[in-house]
């Protein structure tokens, strides 16, 4: 199995592959390839050498759990520490959205950076401005003739639940005031620090409850880039788009959010950290 350990984890340039970032390490296998924290490189060369994939290792696990997302996302005991040291790892298998899903599925075209790998570079990235975000294990992708296909594993927030599941999966509660607070605190934070995500939803945050203090974490950085420019500006334009993004979960699921909810997600936005 070929090894490739880190260096500086800024980009090449432009529809380059990225550096891998410190920390990670790449494995290569002819089942695929793989950027896996150091720590863990042994449970990921197992996989790749058996012809395994992550997700398929992840569902043959005796105390898996199934989560909520785009496909099955399965919790499973973390079989070594990460950074976080949590007790357990999400995993996920990638999954076109929009209209390509249709005929693409799963499957991603191949040349360039894999999904995995612009994912960990982003993560890390936003990590060392201390954004808040599950740590990465790992991430491996699979040749597919001319696609490929591709796992991802963070460690688990314990009892997190996205912001739309906060918001409408239950009945109105100030949770719900609180959520939102916690996420107009993010998106403000994300601006400030020069993160710009591609898709700020209400499905790409998640919350971690502490006594009823929620504290909101981003996900989903496969499309993340770093600005040049941060500030608030470009906070506003993600804000914008969860916006969009809470009106019509509001409108799909009956509970629009009021005036008093609409003002917690701004005024925690309007003000500096």
Do not use: C
């Amino acid at each position: 199995m070929g090894i490739d350990q880190g260096g500086d984890p800024h980009p090449a340039g432009a529809g380059a592959r990225p550096v891998i970032p410190p920390g990670y390490e790449r494995r290569s296998s002819k089942s695929g390839d793989g950027l896996v924290l150091t720590a863990a490189t042994s449970w990921l060369e197992e996989i790749l050498d058996l012809g395994l994939t992550i997700h398929g290792w992840a569902s043959n696990q005796p105390r898996r759990r199934t989560l909520s997302g785009r496909g099955t996302v399965y919790a499973v005991e973390a079989p070594v520490g990460g950074p976080d040291r949590r007790a357990r790892w999400a995993v996920r298998h990638y999954h076109r959205g929009g209209a390509v899903a249709s005929f693409l599925g799963d499957r991603y075209l191949a040349g360039g950076p894999a999904r995995p790998e612009l994912e960990i570079w982003a993560s890390s990235e936003a990590r060392a401005r201390t954004i808040p975000t599950p740590a990465v294990i790992a991430g491996a992708w699979y040749p597919a003739g001319l696609f490929y296909r591709a796992d991802l594993v963070t460690e688990l927030v314990p009892d997190a639940t996205s912001l739309a599941d906060a918001l409408f999966a239950s009945q109105r509660s100030p949770q719900r005031i609180r959520a939102l607070a916690a996420a107009g605190r993010l998106v403000r934070e994300l601006g400030e620090k020069g993160l710009r995500h591609a898709d700020v939803n209400a499905m790409n945050i998640l919350l971690g409850w502490d006594a009823d203090a929620p504290k909101a974490y981003v996900i989903d950085l496969d499309r993340a880039t770093m600005s040049e420019t941060p500030g608030v500006a470009l906070g506003r334009s993600m804000l914008d788009r969860l916006d969009r993004s809470l009106r019509k979960l509001g409108a799909s699921s009956g509970r629009p959010l009021s005036e008093a909810e609409w003002s917690a997600l701004r005024v925690a936005f309007e003000q500096p950290a």
